[in-house]
T-cell receptor, first 117, second 111 residues
């Protein structure tokens, strides 16, 4: 299943670096999501894009900057990160109908394992 | 606000049963269940939409008690392939497109 792909799979960066995570979905979905998954903690929703418009920014620090140029691509631009930002970053997509999450499942990518030194 | 899952971890022998619970303090519209194996993406198991609804997939089934704002996932006659971390994602009545995920329950099935 290659419905949602993410690159890179692993990333190590210093606190002064700038990098970007890329997500691509091949499912024709109209919504895309960024989640942060830290050890022993629940999945944290970071951003939601519906029809390429950001509909949610869950109080995420400005050092994380999302970009959704079209319905198939989602980026997460990173700059001046902190060591506590080290985590697995998961992208997901779904087909929202009537604005309800319950109408379709979210399909997750394999994630990018980010380590901030 | 994230739902609360219990137990945090469970160890089973092949063929044994287990129950994973997910509860919320808010009124729920739906509950989604996922399983994630180490180093892999979470995989969808099922969605429960209605109060009192039950669903099954092979020997994994779930129930949703809308009034109690709870869902339970049942692993019956567990197989080695059932090992992984199980997450519930809850959709609140007032948060239509968002899922809040529990911390997960790690299931280890041993031969």
């Amino acid at each position: 299943e290659t419905g949602v792909t993410q690159t890179p799979r692993h990333l190590v960066m210093g606190m002064t670096n700038k990098k970007s995570l890329k997500c691509e979905q091949h499912l024709g979905h109209n919504a895309m999501y960024w989640y942060k998954q830290s050890a022993k903690k629940p999945l944290e929703l970071m951003f939601v894009y519906s029809l390429e418009e950001r509909v949610e920014n869950n109080s995420v620090p400005s050092r994380f900057s999302p970009e959704c140029p079209n319905s198939s691509h989602l980026f997460l631009h990173l700059h001046t990160l902190q060591p506590e930002d080290s985590a697995l970053y998961l992208c997901a997509s779904s087909q929202l109908r009537g604005g309800r999450a319950s109408t379709d499942t979210q399909y997750f990518g394999p994630g990018t394992r980010l380590t901030v030194l | 606000q994230q739902p609360v899952q219990s137990p945090q971890a469970v160890i089973l022998r092949e063929g044994e049963d287990a129950v994973i619970n997910c509860s919320s303090s808010k009124a729920l519209y739906s509950v989604h269940w996922y399983r994630q194996k180490h180093g892999e993406a979470p995989i969808f198991l099922m969605i429960l939409l209605k109060g009192g609804e039950q669903k099954g997939h092979d020997k994994i089934s779930a129930s949703f008690n809308e009034k109690k704002q709870q869902s339970s996932l049942y692993l019956t006659a567990s197989q080695l392939s059932y090992s992984g971390t199980y997450f519930c994602g809850t959709e609140k009545v007032l948060d239509d497109y968002k899922l809040s995920f529990g911390a997960g329950t790690t299931v280890t099935v041993r031969a």
